[in-house]
């Protein structure tokens, strides 16, 4: 089962999750905040809406199209550029 590292904290997690499901495993069901400082997270959960963007490695990724690995680091952001 894979550790990473999510908001400072070693999580272990089941094989072949995406990072989306282990954030939400871990209750963590905002992913981002809008320039706006709206609550954003998973909509579609397939990779189309791009809500559920997070840092993984310090590259801006769709969670819910991640396989959490070990070794990752995942830290959720205040803002996405481009946000509407």
Do not use: F, I, K, W
């Not at 963590?28 to 320039?35: A, D, I, K």
């Not at 400082?37 to 769709?62: D, P, Q």
Request: charged share 20%.
């Amino acid at each position: 089962m894979p550790e990473l590292t999510v908001e400072g904290r070693a999580v272990t997690v089941a094989d072949g999750v995406t990072v989306l499901a282990a954030l939400q495993n871990l209750g963590l069901h905002v992913t981002r905040r809008s320039g706006r400082g709206e609550a954003r997270g998973a909509l579609c959960g397939m990779g189309v809406c791009a809500e559920c963007r997070a840092l993984v490695n310090g590259v801006l990724v769709r969670t819910c199209l991640t396989t959490a690995q070990a070794g990752l680091t995942v830290e959720r952001v205040a803002e996405v550029r481009g946000d509407r």
